[in-house]
């Protein structure tokens, strides 16, 4: 039987990569054969076009290549690693995946909508995920967050605008198919934002 596709999003600071370890922990715990990933990356070829995309550089890199790259990225991904693991019926786990190219190229650079889904139905086929966990937060907690972490990568130099229309962008996917997202307050303490994540995924069957 295929896999089932879980994704994680959010904007800057919403603890994707901490609450990705608990989602593994559930799957795993529940006895599912996981492969855990990210986007941009997650192959060699395409963890060389994440760095091209995160490193601040001196020549912008105008929105088309980021785009292109965002896909070129995915296509290496889904060919080499996520179809492949589906179809042998593990589950994949994967930190990021298309409606991050909705929100950030979609709402941040306010590209066109119907370029994206064109390239959309050419990368990615009858690849969906079955369910994506959306961290939301507002923008100046997580912003607070991210700048208390770590050096700011390329994206997270951009202005408050830039990270609004992201959220408004990710919102609205989520409103748009409520089936798939389960929207997760990651607000409060962790605690409490992995108990949302538990009850989201009792969907799915797991930790029922
Ligand atoms: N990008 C794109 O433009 N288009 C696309 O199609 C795709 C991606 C796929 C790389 O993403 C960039 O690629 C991304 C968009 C672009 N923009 N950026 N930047 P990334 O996922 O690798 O980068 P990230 O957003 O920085 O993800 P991250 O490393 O998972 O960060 P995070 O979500 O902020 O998670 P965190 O490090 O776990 O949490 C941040 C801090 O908050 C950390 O100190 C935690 O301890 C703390 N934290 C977490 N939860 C809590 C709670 N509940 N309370 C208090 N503090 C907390």
Redesign the pocket.
Same mark, same amino acid.
């Given at each position: 039987m295929r896999g089932k596709l879980i994704t994680v999003e959010?904007?800057?600071?919403?603890?994707?990569?901490?609450?990705?370890a608990f989602i593994q922990q559930q799957l795993e715990s529940a006895g599912i054969d996981l492969v855990v990933t990210?986007?941009?990356g997650g192959t060699e070829v395409a963890e060389k076009i994440?760095q091209l995309?995160?490193t601040p550089s001196d020549e912008p890199i105008c929105e088309l290549s980021?785009l292109l790259l965002?896909f070129a990225a995915?296509a290496q991904h889904v060919e080499q690693l996520i179809k492949p693991a589906l179809e042998s019926g593990a589950w994949v786990l994967c930190?990021?995946?298309?409606d @991050?190219?909705y +929100?950030?190229?979609g709402g941040?650079r306010a590209m066109d909508l119907n370029v994206i889904a064109a390239l959309e139905q050419m990368v990615l086929c009858d690849i969906k995920a079955d369910m994506t966990l959306l961290?939301d937060l507002p923008v100046e907690v997580?912003m607070a967050?991210?700048r208390?972490?770590a050096e700011l990568?390329r994206?997270?130099q951009e202005q408050l605008s830039f990270f609004e229309s992201v959220r408004a962008a990710y919102l609205a996917r989520a409103e748009a198919d409520p089936n798939r997202v389960a929207v997760i307050d @990651?607000?409060? +303490?962790?605690g409490q934002?992995q108990q949302q994540i538990a009850v989201a995924l009792q969907k799915l069957g797991v930790g029922v």
């Amino acid at each position: 039987m295929r896999g089932k596709l879980i994704t994680v999003e959010g904007g800057e600071g919403v603890g994707k990569s901490t609450n990705l370890a608990f989602i593994q922990q559930q799957l795993e715990s529940a006895g599912i054969d996981l492969v855990v990933t990210r986007e941009p990356g997650g192959t060699e070829v395409a963890e060389k076009i994440r760095q091209l995309l995160l490193t601040p550089s001196d020549e912008p890199i105008c929105e088309l290549s980021e785009l292109l790259l965002v896909f070129a990225a995915r296509a290496q991904h889904v060919e080499q690693l996520i179809k492949p693991a589906l179809e042998s019926g593990a589950w994949v786990l994967c930190d990021r995946f298309i409606d @991050a190219t909705y +929100a950030y190229q979609g709402g941040g650079r306010a590209m066109d909508l119907n370029v994206i889904a064109a390239l959309e139905q050419m990368v990615l086929c009858d690849i969906k995920a079955d369910m994506t966990l959306l961290l939301d937060l507002p923008v100046e907690v997580g912003m607070a967050r991210a700048r208390a972490r770590a050096e700011l990568d390329r994206f997270e130099q951009e202005q408050l605008s830039f990270f609004e229309s992201v959220r408004a962008a990710y919102l609205a996917r989520a409103e748009a198919d409520p089936n798939r997202v389960a929207v997760i307050d @990651a607000a409060p +303490a962790l605690g409490q934002v992995q108990q949302q994540i538990a009850v989201a995924l009792q969907k799915l069957g797991v930790g029922v």
